[in-house]
């Protein structure tokens, strides 16, 4: 069991946009910092989105992220099949004292 | 480029301990940053093991500290995870990472994680 709470799965069509949630508390998406990351098939995690809504350089600005409350959000724009992935929220908890993840998403561009 | 290579046994007997080494190329681990241990249990999502700073600063998960030890060579330039009694969940995918450091926080525990090794699989089975 995550502490972050994700969708097990989206699924859209290409060229659409697609949100997907992530959720947890206020020990933890409420007072720190979210990132976000993409896992394709069979490869490691890279990072898409961090501190909220910040995009590292060379990811492009179909993925957007954003946070309310003890919530936070990852867009993305412009649906290609290549964006078939897991996407994982990740933050840190004060409480635990540790960083902590959602469970992943799975997107699928049908 | 930095880079991060894991490596270690794919294959550990239940109650041994699991070792594990990353290597790191394009960049001197005692020059900065947070570097962290995450796994990923077949079909489940990321769990953050432990992170360490180049000087020997430990962060460990709570939940695996009573049988982890996270450690670096910067002679070697790497950094290793031991985790000891291992049962079959600990079965995962083991991946080392760079904590970026940020304008806000600078060098923390708290970043997240912007270069990966490809990780390692580790079978915990008799």
């Known amino acids: 069991q995550s502490v972050l709470t994700q969708p097990p799965s989206v699924s859209t069509a290409p060229g659409q946009k697609v949100t997907i949630s992530c959720s947890g508390s206020s020990s933890n998406i409420g007072n720190n910092y979210v990132s976000w990351y993409q896992q394709l098939p069979g490869t490691a995690p890279k990072l898409l989105i961090y501190?909220?809504?910040r995009r590292p350089s060379g990811i492009p600005d179909r993925f957007s992220g954003s946070k309310s409350g003890t919530s936070a959000t990852l867009g993305i724009t412009g649906l290609q099949t290549g964006d078939e992935a897991d996407y994982h929220c990740?933050?840190?908890?004060?409480?635990?004292?540790?960083?902590?993840f959602g469970g992943g998403t799975k997107l699928t561009v049908l | 480029q930095v880079q991060l290579q894991e490596s270690g046994p794919g294959l550990v007997k239940p109650s041994e301990t699991l070792s594990l080494i990353c290597a790191v190329s394009?960049?001197?681990?005692?020059?900065?940053?947070?570097w962290g241990w995450i796994r990923q249990p077949p079909g489940k999502g990321l769990e953050w093991i432990a992170s360490i700073f180049h000087s020997g600063i430990t962060y460990y998960n709570p939940s695996l500290k009573s049988r982890v030890t996270i450690s670096v060579d910067t002679s070697m330039n790497q950094l290793s995870l031991k985790l000891s009694s291992v049962t079959a969940a600990d079965t995962a995918v083991y991946h080392c990472?760079?904590?970026?450091?940020?304008?806000?926080?600078?060098?923390?525990?708290?970043?997240?994680?912007?270069?990966w090794g490809q990780g390692a699989r580790v079978t915990v089975s008799s």
């Open positions: 990472a760079r904590q970026q450091i940020t304008l806000v926080r600078g060098d923390s525990p708290k970043n997240p994680f912007d270069y």
């Open positions: 990740g933050t840190w908890d004060s409480s635990l004292s540790t960083v902590v």
């Open positions: 501190d909220n809504d």
């Open positions: 394009g960049y001197s681990i005692s020059s900065g940053y947070y």
